[in-house]
């Protein structure tokens, strides 16, 4: 998985239209704990709280 060899010069681009899927999940929890950047596109009404603290555009 690419995700294992990200690091803080690494973006990760994550599609999910759900934004549930648990592949998905599991990919930005482990960009996130090599300090990754997590670019994700998906369905702004399923981010919940996460919303608050992350950029994101409504269309």
Same mark, same amino acid.
């Given at each position: 998985?690419?995700? +294992?060899?990200? %690091? @803080?010069?690494? +973006?990760?681009?994550? &599609?999910? &239209?759900? =934004? ?11 960009? @996130?704990? %090599? %300090? ?6 998906? %369905?702004?009404?399923?981010? =919940?709280?996460a919303s608050r603290h992350h950029h994101?555009?409504?269309?």
């Amino acid at each position: 998985m690419a995700a +294992a060899s990200a %690091n @803080k010069d690494t +973006a990760v681009l994550i &599609f999910s &239209f759900t =934004g549930r899927t648990q592949s998905m999940i599991e990919v930005a929890e482990i960009t @996130k704990q %090599n %300090n990754a950047k997590i670019i994700a596109i998906t %369905n702004p009404d399923t981010l =919940g709280t996460a919303s608050r603290h992350h950029h994101y555009l409504r269309q």
